[in-house]
């Protein structure tokens, strides 16, 4: 297993469920929380350098080799939660041996992630990326603007939007008309939902946001290797 050097720069990501001892339905949220982590782990292994996990009840955590993947994993959690969450992301590197166990780690990427973290909650901001470059203000500003469209969906909204959006990650070159056949609504409808949603707006800020994010990444310094998977 590899020993990290100062150069090294992982990604840890922490959130947090809002207010959430006070929900009714706390067991069927952090149900939806376990699941949405399972989801995040099989779907990105190849960028998850520690599995995400629950910690504390109302917490989870998680660390990557690299943030491309930041809105990929936020919508997982939007999607599958159900209930609103604040978010720390901090960029750093590690002052402990890697593990797969990210509750055996410790240094900058995790104290970044945790006042990152806290400056959400304390600004009423869905999420904060810390990693003390230039690029940190437009990062946050622009998950922000995605989050909070998507915040502003109602029901119906999301359930369209979820379905198209997996009905073009399996076949890109998916029509709008066989996305309504499949949910057996008109083209029409879809078309109003996501003109009303905003959602062609979040799906260009997505775009922008992951190609901006891995040149930055690739540019300012190595890729950091990742733990051997078999070492574990």
């Given at each position: ?107 900058e990427a ?18 904060k990326f ?82 901006f994010i ?19």
């Open positions: 297993m590899m020993v990290p050097t100062l150069q090294d720069r992982y990604v840890v990501v922490t959130g947090d469920l809002k207010s959430s001892r006070k929900l009714e339905d706390r067991a069927k949220i952090q149900e939806g929380l376990k699941n949405a982590l399972t989801i995040i782990n099989k779907r990105f292994e190849d960028s998850i350098v520690a599995e995400f996990i629950v910690v504390r009840g109302d917490s989870f955590q998680g660390m990557l080799s690299s943030p491309r993947y930041l809105f990929d994993i936020y919508y997982v959690l939007f999607e599958n939660i159900g209930h609103q969450f604040y978010l720390g992301v901090g960029v750093g590197s590690i002052s402990t041996h890697l593990s797969e166990n990210v509750g055996e780690m410790d240094g995790f104290h970044k992630a945790f006042d990152a973290l806290e400056q959400a909650k304390k600004e009423n901001v869905w999420i810390k990693s003390e470059r230039e690029i940190d203000g437009i990062v946050t500003c622009l998950l922000n603007f995605m989050a909070d469209v998507m915040w502003s969906w109602t029901g119906r909204q999301k359930e369209v939007i979820t379905h198209y959006k997996r009905a073009k990650s399996k076949k890109g070159d998916i029509t709008l008309e066989e996305i309504a056949d499949d949910m057996k609504i008109t083209k029409q409808t879809i078309s109003k939902i996501l003109k009303r949603s905003k959602y062609k707006m979040v799906e260009g800020a997505e775009r922008s946001f992951g190609d891995s040149q930055k990444w690739l540019t300012e310094g190595y890729k950091p290797e990742m733990a051997d998977k078999g070492e574990r």
